[in-house]
């Protein structure tokens, strides 16, 4: 009995020297891999495989690392090294770091991000595609009460917000559009369900996520927001000090080039046609001519 | 971080019991979804435990349904019937995917309890010229009564906990203090509510459970007297 236990003891610790020259041997032949994670999200997952796509085209070599969940789990990661670029969001990631940050426009967030990210990180250029909080209306409710601004529902009466249950406390919740537009609402918490309450009448007005396919599908209105009351969120890639300057470059020009239109288009294609991230992220490349 | 005054002070401040999303308000919604499905899921099985355990036909349903019950997702479901029945219908929905839940424990809570029922006593009330809905009136609910209320103590324990992903599908109830609280990380909110589903819980359990002693305990006097 104790036979083939001793023998198959013996092949383990030969096959993990096998293994250690053989990992040995990697480290001494080519450079390190670049690590690219992406959030569980679909949306980021497409962006990070554009980011990989583009540097593999460049001769990279490149590791996915995607769906690794949320911030708690990957920004250690990143601190640590493990990965070397992320697609992330300005206004959360900015929120993560700086949990009192008060700016809201665009590019004070960026400026406001740069600072608060922690020794060893580098936020690469901002992209003009944001994928932040915004309140939604049916085009009947907008064509009814001629909505294009969330002011515009200053004169109007008896408004249902519906969001998940933490916009009763956000600073945009209730509290903020009373004080930045003077509106007043009545919360839901839709909790899931928001956009099917929303198209359902079971609320007039909808927190929905700026990049979701279903405000096209749906045809529903995004009130404008001049006086900021939502923190700006836009795509911006995150590099380690691992990312040589030529890689940071490649990946600072597919990020400006990336529009809002783009951004929901490509979430559009993943909901829609179901397509693979890959498949998603080579035709947008292509389209764009940063592949060929 | 967070202690033990700061949840006291959550839960003592009146500010966070009143309201719309208070806790008395939520309480209230949380224990009326659970009772409406209870009873629901009782008027249900109940009757089918029962004619199962006496007439002995299709006892491979109820081993059938409870074994399936373990296997059903109770989150996936909830969602499933709020999408396909719409969201206007979301309390239905929600209603009937906690009955779904329900009806496994207490269904075989009525059919071991006929079941358990020794063959002599059975037989004896049919030999006394009892009809079927005599044997079940006088012999069989009373002598399973126990059994019943051991099976609605399981199904209570399983919807009262269920009830808590509600505010998922914009119901309320007492989830909706964790899921808030988890999200804006207020974790005296998060563990205040926490703390007042685990006493609605218990509570419950206890209560049933002190009727299902009670009950047994009549079952052995009753014994005795004779």
Redesign the interface.
Same mark, same amino acid.
């Given at each position: 009995m104790t036979k083939p236990i001793k023998k198959s003891i013996k092949s383990a610790i030969a096959l993990s020297a096998v293994a250690v020259l053989g990992l040995a041997g990697c480290a001494e032949s080519s450079s390190e891999p670049l690590v690219i994670g992406s959030q569980a999200y679909y949306s980021n997952e497409i962006v990070a495989e554009v980011y990989a796509q583009v540097l593999e085209d460049a001769g990279y070599s490149v590791d996915r690392q995607f769906a690794l969940g949320q911030r708690d789990v990957y920004v250690p990661a990143l601190l640590a090294g493990e990965i070397d670029i992320f697609p992330e969001y300005t206004g959360n990631l900015l929120q993560y770091f700086d949990p009192e940050a008060t700016a809201t426009a665009e590019e004070d967030v960026y400026q406001a991000l740069q600072a608060a990210l922690p020794a060893g990180l580098t936020a690469l250029a901002l992209s003009g595609a944001s994928d932040q909080d915004s309140y939604n209306v049916t085009s009947d409710f907008a064509m009814k009460n001629s909505l294009t601004s969330i002011g515009d529902l200053a004169g109007v009466t008896g408004i249902r917000l519906?969001g #998940?249950?933490?916009l #009763?406390?956000?600073p945009y919740g209730p509290t903020g559009l009373l004080s930045s537009y003077g509106v007043t609402v009545e919360?839901?918490?839709?909790?899931?369900?928001?956009v099917?309450?929303l198209v359902?009448g079971?609320i007039d007005m909808a927190n929905v996520y700026s990049a979701d396919p279903r405000i096209q599908q749906l045809g529903l209105v995004t009130l404008t927001d001049p006086q900021g009351l939502f923190l700006s969120s836009n795509l911006v890639p995150i590099a380690s000090d691992a990312v040589n300057q030529e890689a940071r470059d490649l990946i600072s020009a597919v990020s400006s080039a990336m529009t809002a239109a783009d951004l929901v288009a490509l979430n559009v294609r993943s909901v829609d046609e179901q397509l693979s991230s890959a498949v998603i992220a080579r035709d947008w490349l292509l389209s764009k001519g940063l592949i060929d | 971080m967070f202690s033990i005054g700061e949840l006291f002070d959550w839960l003592t401040d009146a500010e966070n019991w009143t309201g719309?999303?208070g806790l008395a308000n939520l309480f209230v919604e949380h224990l009326t979804l659970t009772l409406v499905s209870l009873a629901i899921a009782g008027l249900l099985a109940i009757p089918i435990g029962v004619a199962i355990g006496q007439s002995g036909r299709g006892e491979t349903l109820v081993i059938a349904i409870s074994s399936a019950s373990r296997a059903i997702p109770t989150m996936g479901l909830m969602?499933a019937l709020?999408?396909f029945m719409?969201?206007?219908f979301?309390q239905f929905a929600v209603v009937l995917a906690l009955v779904g839940i329900a009806i496994p424990p207490v269904l075989a809570g009525a059919y071991a309890g006929i079941k358990s029922i020794p063959i002599v006593i059975r037989e004896g009330a049919r030999a006394q010229g009892m009809t079927t809905l005599q044997q079940i009136r006088h012999v069989g609910l009373p002598l399973s009564a126990s059994s019943i209320a051991g099976g609605f103590k399981i199904a209570y324990l399983q919807v009262v906990s269920t009830v808590v992903l509600a505010?998922?599908?914009?119901l309320?109830g007492l989830g909706?203090g964790v899921?808030?609280g988890l999200?804006?990380r207020?974790f005296a909110q998060l563990t205040g509510s926490a703390v007042v589903i685990v006493l609605l819980s218990i509570t419950g359990e206890r209560l049933l459970a002190k009727a299902q002693g009670k009950l047994d305990r009549r079952l052995t006097q009753s014994k005795i007297n004779r």
């Open positions: 519906g #998940a249950p933490e #009763a406390e956000r919360f839901e918490a839709t909790g899931d369900t928001t099917e309450s359902a079971l | 719309r999303y969602f709020v999408m719409g969201v206007e979301r505010p998922l599908v914009g309320g909706f899921i808030q999200a804006l207020d």
